[in-house]
């Protein structure tokens, strides 16, 4: 097995591409045989027989879950249907894209074998609750689903997201030994360590720019994007509105922001 997991790692990027998806969510095939699939991705017959291609007639050891999200599950009952595979998913994934109870449910610590040696499975809640990130020790390789994209930076909105624990898994994965990130949409990543380093601090940035914008009196979301977007395409004001209000969250529980009926505050000397 190639160190860096090259080879035995194959990606299908299916049709869907979009301004979150990039050039399409990424399907991961692991070798050697028995081998594991990791998000199966949309539900497009197109993709799935790709997929169905890139395996041939191996063995599979479990069709992998990151995390509910139909770019990244949609497609899971049709392939374990395909290949008459077990489904390795959360049981809180797995209910929430409507697919049975898993055949191996995974928890903080599940590890799933294959031929390249074994996933080991860390929960990495914050882009959504339920997500889990897909650890090959062998391989030193990361498998990140929504968490890491190979471009730009992942969705983190109310109500599914959330700030303060995005941040901690964040900081656990950046502990972690590794030497490649697969992110779930993007092309690989070849430095991890400067990569989380760099995720980390844009989210403090992005924290300090939103306290710095209620310092100087944005007390709603819209006013504080304003103030730290500038320049921004009308069309992504949502998306940076939602991002403001989880800082504005993580803030809040930290006690250094309150919410009042007319915004948003600092807490301060009276
Ligand atoms: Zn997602």
């Known amino acids: 097995m190639a160190e860096s997991g090259g080879g035995w790692v194959k990606v299908v990027v299916a049709g869907n591409p979009g301004p979150l998806t990039l050039d399409g969510t990424r399907t991961y095939v692991l070798g050697p045989e028995p081998c594991l699939v990791i998000d199966p991705g949309p539900d497009l017959a197109d993709h799935l027989d790709a997929v169905e291609v890139t395996l041939g007639t191996v063995q599979v050891a479990a069709v992998c879950v ?108 950046a502990e972690l030994d590794l030497s490649i990130i697969y992110p779930g949409h993007g092309p690989e990543i070849d430095e991890p360590a400067e990569k989380l380093i760099e995720y980390l601090e844009h989210r403090r940035e992005r924290e300090r720019q939103v306290l710095d914008a209620l310092a100087a009196g944005a007390t709603t979301p819209s006013e504080i994007r304003a103030r730290v977007y500038e320049d921004l395409d009308p069309r992504l004001f949502g998306a940076a509105e939602g991002s403001v209000a989880a800082h504005l969250g993580k803030l809040v529980a930290e006690g250094h922001v309150r919410a009042t009926e007319d915004g948003y505050r600092m807490v301060g000397p009276a």
Do not use: K, N
């Open 66 to 173: 990151t995390h509910y999200h139909a770019d990244h599950a949609a497609g899971t009952a049709d392939l374990i249907l395909r290949l008459a595979a077990p489904l390795a998913a959360t049981p809180q994934s797995a209910e929430r894209a409507a697919l049975d109870p898993p055949d191996l449910p995974l928890a903080a610590g599940s590890t799933l074998d294959f031929g390249g040696g074994h996933l080991e499975v860390i929960l990495t809640p914050g882009h959504c609750a339920d997500h889990v990130c897909f650890h090959w020790p062998q391989a030193r390789a990361l498998f990140t689903g929504d968490v890491i994209l190979g471009e730009g930076t992942s969705m983190i909105a109310p109500p599914e997201g959330d700030m303060a624990a995005y941040m901690s898994t964040l900081e656990r994965l």
